[in-house]
């Protein structure tokens, strides 16, 4: 190729005259060179120069010259303008490379962007060249522009030697100039909202470590990857080369995140084919450059140079890469690809960065999410556990569901469909066996919107389908995850009639709408339905006057999504008291999506994902003034944590899918008491076999979360790193969650013993309310804490989960404020679902505790009528109505208490009869003394030992031993429920209390009877043969006995049946 930099050639004096008139300077004999004025564009010099060539261009296609560049000075720009024109397209202008000098854009790959409109940036640091690009095609959206930020680094930009190994500080160098530039041009409004940015570096004799590269780019990974995606770049792309003995190879790597939590990183060689095709070839591991077909030609692609030396420079690289590490899986594309033009972003890919505007998920990388944060529990079990065990290569596999003929069939989801609907099964790092080193995959029900799709509002057509797959995980028993991120019920009109309907006005007064014949035989010829009726017009022509718009049959714009929201809202009630049940909060949650949510009760609420009824600027309008700004004021975290709607809140839609299936490891993986539940495998190993060691003090407050967990060095009841709690923002005075007691889910209560505050926020609507903030006891239940406690208690039921409840409390709040705000009602509530609960409960007063009164009553044993409760309490726990100090104003009175005295201390008996005043005197000066020995006295009747006396507790448990013992407790209750269940459905029993009685004698006859820990053997006997035997003859028993009474009541009936020969013969065949 034959290139001038600078063009020189013969000009007549009339073409300087004419440029001159252009306003382009001087032009001398023998050489061109424009110095334009500051107010000449950069469009007039192009258009120009291309007269320029023109008037030239017989010269020009005799010569050998290839490319023209023209020089410009002192127009709109800082620094020298620069055009390029190839013979290629006749001397047209190459728009790519204005203001490049060509070796430049060479280096930056402007070719690759022939695909885009493009607009140069300028930024300070020259080094980075920053195009604003927009897609060559007819049709395509805003979020379609992007920026391409380009730079090529040579060792001299580094302040390195040729061939010099690049660090990692030099890599973070590079990375943050572009960032800067970057930066600075996003500043621009125009350029502030691109999201698919690509940024491409090239290293020229710059040298990589190749078996350090990985490492190398995972670092600046952690370093950087939120700062690049906040800049909206979704792929960066690096080249460089590697001298081997063979000559240099070419690598290029790839770092995609395209959903901004999974990043690829994919390495490859350059290679070339026989017509000068660039391909890439896979090369990360060293297995990367072994298969078959290597070395040979392919027939789908062009062959590649088989050279001995070529071959040489290939070896030396495998052997450069590292090995594929264990348990990492060749990654599914393909090996070899062609180095093509920047492609237009998919349909799919503009679907996801919408999706990502409206600040949710694309409906399908859900699935996406759900792998990485699996990949990320794995990571940290294998970890923590120190095994060397892989992941395994798969650990999702969805089927998606699709309504056919309205059944729910497997299928591509329907395009006329804004909801998603997949069967998931995966492998939870839960369910691994450490022993056998066996993972059992669970199943789940995953339905999710698809914002892009009619901004996910729900019409008939997504009503079915959710009731469908709701159906599905009732059938199937399987948890129901709802991924809510929509509009709420679709609105719309009827287009067609839109464009067709006329206006009768009656002076000046409207009158009604009508139609044309011809228009609405047009439209009944297209199926859309418009009830009318003739009207005579005042010039005597008829007219269809419109009564009722209906439409198409498939036109739901109206009251039947209206239905069919009402459908859906009943699907999700029954789906909560079916099967365990979690809805996600992503984007935005309006209308049937916030009623959906709160219907499923366990709510993960992502920040900036409101839920809501109506926006807020319905009800601006609604009010008539500006009163709300945005709908975070409505329903934002802000507002749904402290109201208690929201269970957990998250960051970002991977925290919401990380707390999701946190929760799902804690459910069982089928609804069905049948089915034995699985032990979890926890990250921390944590025995059973040892002490609690965090131990409250009398008198001293305590965060109750450290009875769980530990605290600092201490340690808790429950498995480490188990706890989880939920609804933390609401009703602070009560703590609930989820934790683990030898690997066992259980649901946990606690008893806030501090004051905490309760914050009621003004509402903008009304200028005269006020925020205001109130002050919560310790150790008391107020109806917000009543009500979070209850409503644990009911999901708990539901989950079928064990659970624990430490009771400290001293009763209710019963002030005139906490009874109109229905204290009553809410204390009620608890009773209500601690008697329906059917998994075990275990009451624990803990050290130090007490519980009073009311709080007593509401979770004592006997409510319960499936036998599932008992009680429990530290030796210093304390169990009465009133307080030691209350009991003793009303029982043990002043007057009582100077009798005490005087028959206690022998100076005031000797003074009582020698000098009364001197012994009324020394009476009042005990009195504070002997108070105290009263509240001693009174405390005395509330003594675990009185408690365990009167039946009222099962046993005292020592806090360091509460771990063990209950532990103990909790496998004995389990297994001993199970039979129950058993011997209640199958064996004939009324009620549980008798078929436990039947266990116990049964166990007594046994020689586990006669070991020490009662727990430990009856769990030992409910699991061996002697007590299978004895399920197994009550169930014989019970079916004998039933089919007599069956057989008895029809006795007549069956005599004349079987008087008949063939049917008797046939009776007597099948049995």
């Known amino acids: ?189 125009k350029l502030s909202t691109t999201v698919y940015n690509h940024l491409f570096f090239n290293f020229i004799e710059v040298a990589f470590d190749l078996g350090a590269m990985h490492a190398l780019f995972m670092k600046l990974k952690e370093s950087f990857a939120t700062k690049l995606y906040a800049l909206g770049f979704r792929e960066v792309e690096i080249k460089f080369r590697v001298m081997t003995t063979g000559g240099p190879v070419t690598f290029r790597v790839f770092i995609v995140n395209p959903t901004g939590h999974a990043t690829a990183i994919r390495s490859y060689i350059e290679t070339l084919g026989d017509d000068g095709q660039i391909f890439l070839q896979r090369a990360e591991y060293q297995d990367d450059l072994d298969f078959p077909g290597m070395w040979e030609s392919r027939d789908n692609l062009d062959s590649i140079p088989e050279s001995p030396l070529y071959k040489d420079a290939m070896s030396v690289v495998k052997n450069m890469l590292p090995r594929r590490r264990e348990g990492v899986a060749p990654a599914t594309e393909e090996k070899q690809m062609r180095l093509e033009p920047y492609a237009h972003m998919s349909e799919k890919q503009v679907r996801r960065l919408n999706s990502q505007l409206m600040g949710t998920t694309y409906g399908p990388d859900w699935l996406l999410l759900i792998d990485v944060v699996l990949r990320r529990q794995w990571r940290a079990l294998l970890k923590q556990r120190d095994l060397s065990t892989a992941i395994p290569k798969k650990l999702i596999n969805s089927t998606s569901f699709t309504l056919r003929d309205g059944e729910l069939v497997q299928g591509e989801p329907s395009p006329n469909c804004g909801v998603l609907a997949w069967l998931v099964e995966y492998l939870a790092p839960s369910y691994f ?149 979690i809805s996600i909060a992503s ?71 990380e707390s999701t299936l946190r929760w799902l490891d804690f459910v069982p993986a089928v609804s069905d008491s049948t089915v034995t539940r699985k032990q979890l495998t926890l990250p921390v190993a944590d025995p059973i076999d040892r002490d609690v060691t965090f131990t409250p003090q009398r008198s001293l407050h305590y965060d109750p979360r450290n009875l769980v967990c530990g605290c600092d060095t201490t340690t808790g009841m429950f498995d480490k790193g188990s706890w989880i709690e939920c609804m933390s923002d609401w009703a602070k005075t009560v703590v609930t ?31 005269e309310s006020v925020a205001s903030i109130n002050p919560q006891a310790g150790q008391v239940w107020f109806p917000d804490s009543a009500r979070k406690t209850a409503d644990s208690l009911e999901d708990f039921h539901k989950e079928s989960l064990p659970c624990f409840v430490i009771a400290n409390w001293r009763g209710f709040s019963g002030g005139m404020r906490d009874m109109y705000d229905q204290v009553l009602k809410f204390g009620a509530s608890i009773v209500d679902n601690l008697r329906q609960y059917t998994s075990p409960v275990f009451i624990y007063i803990p050290p130090f505790g007490e519980l009073r009164g009311g709080a007593w009553v509401v979770v004592d044993p006997v409510i319960n009528h499936h036998a599932a409760v008992e009680m429990y309490c530290d030796t210093t726990a304390r169990g ?25 201390d022998a100076e005031v008996k000797s003074l009582t009869t020698t000098n009364p005043a001197e012994a009324k005197k020394r009476e009042a000066t005990l009195l504070p003394l002997y108070n105290e020995v009263a509240t001693h006295f009174a405390d005395l009747h509330d003594t675990p030992g009185r408690m365990k006396a009167k039946g009222c507790i099962i046993d005292i448990v020592p806090w360091v031993n509460a771990r063990r013992i209950f532990h103990s407790k909790l496998v004995r209750k389990m297994a001993e429920m199970d039979a129950v269940r058993t011997l209640l459905t199958e064996g004939g029993f009324a009620t549980e209390t008798t078929a436990k009685l039947a266990l116990e004698s049964a166990f007594n006859k046994t020689a586990h009877a006669k070991d020490a820990s009662f727990d430990m053997a009856f769990a030992a006997f409910l699991a061996g043969e002697e007590c299978k035997t004895f399920i197994s003859a009550h169930v014989s028993t019970h079916q004998t006995a039933s089919l007599r009474a069956v057989l008895g009541n029809n006795a007549a009936l069956l005599k004349k049946l079987l008087e008949d020969p063939a049917l008797r013969k046939a009776v007597e065949g099948a049995l």
């Not at 940036?121 to 380009?150: C, Y």
């Not at 807020?616 to 975290?637: E, F, P």
């Not at 683990?740 to 200028?767: H, M, Q, S, W």
């Not at 104003?889 to 208490?897: D, L, N, Q, S, T």
Request: with cysteine; hydrophobic share 40%.
């Open 880 to 904: 009465g109505i009133l307080e030691p100090a209350g009991v003793v104003e009303i029982k043990y009175r002043e007057a009582e208490v100077r009798e005490l005295i005087r028959r206690s």
């Open 433 to 581: 066996n450490v022993d056998t080193l066996e993972t059992a995959s669970r199943r789940i029900v995953l339905v999710a919107n698809d914002i892009t799709h009619n901004s996910g509002s729900f019409a008939v057509p997504e009503d079915e389908l959710f009731a469908a797959a709701s159906q599905y995980a009732r059938d199937h028993k399987l948890p129901f995850v709802y991924i809510s991120a929509n509009s709420g019920a679709r609105l719309g009109l009827i287009s067609e009639v839109k464009k067709h309907f006329k206006v009768a006005i009656d002076g000046d007064a409207f009158s009604y709408i009508y139609l044309e014949k011809a228009d609405k035989d047009a439209l009944d010829a297209a199926g859309i339905k418009v009830n009318c009726e003739e009207v005579l017009a005042a010039d005597g022509s008829t007219r269809l006057k419109i009564v009722d718009i209906i439409g198409e049959d498939t036109a739901h714009i109206g009251v039947e999504n209206l239905q069919g929201s009402a459908l859906i809202a009943g699907e999700m009630s029954l789906n909560y008291a079916t099967v365990p049940t």
């Open 1 to 189: 190729m034959f290139a001038i930099f600078f063009f020189f050639f013969q000009a007549e004096d009339g073409i300087r005259d004419a440029q001159e008139s252009r306003g382009l300077g001087d032009v001398y004999k023998r050489q061109v060179f424009f110095a334009a004025r500051a107010d000449t564009s950069q469009d007039d010099v192009a258009h120009l120069c291309s007269e320029v060539l023109s008037e030239h261009s017989a010269v020009l296609k005799s010569s050998s010259v290839e490319v023209v560049t023209f020089l410009v000075h002192g127009a709109q720009q800082n620094g020298p303008l620069i055009f390029t024109f190839r013979s290629s397209t006749d001397f047209a202008e190459d728009a790519l490379y204005r203001n490049l000098i060509p070796t430049t854009a060479h280096r930056l790959e402007l070719q690759r962007l022939k695909r885009y409109h493009l607009s140069m940036f300028s930024t300070p640091n020259r080094q980075v060249h920053i195009f604003s690009a927009a897609p060559q095609k007819a049709k395509s959206s805003a979020v379609e522009t992007r920026l391409f930020v380009r730079m090529y680094v040579t060792p001299r930009d580094l302040g390195l030697s040729a061939n010099a190994t690049l660090t990692t500080e030099d890599a973070a160098h590079v990375l943050q100039s572009a960032i800067g530039a970057t930066e600075f041009a996003r500043a621009d409004r």
């Open 737 to 767: 969650g989820r934790a683990t007691l030898g690997g066992i889910p259980c649901g946990v209560v606690l008893v806030e013993t501090r004051t905490t505050k309760k914050f009621n926020p003004a509402d903008p609507a009304d200028p």
């Open 587 to 657: 984007g935005r949650t309006v209308g049937i999506g916030a009623y959906l949510v709160r219907l499923g009760r366990r709510v993960v609420q992502a920040k900036g994902a409101p839920i809501i009824l109506t926006g807020y600027m319905a009800l601006n309008r609604l009010l008539g003034k500006d009163v709300y700004s945005d709908n975070a004021q409505l329903g934002g975290t802000d507002i749904m944590c402290p109201n208690g709607v929201t269970n957990w809140s998250v960051a970002n839609d991977l925290g919401a899918v």
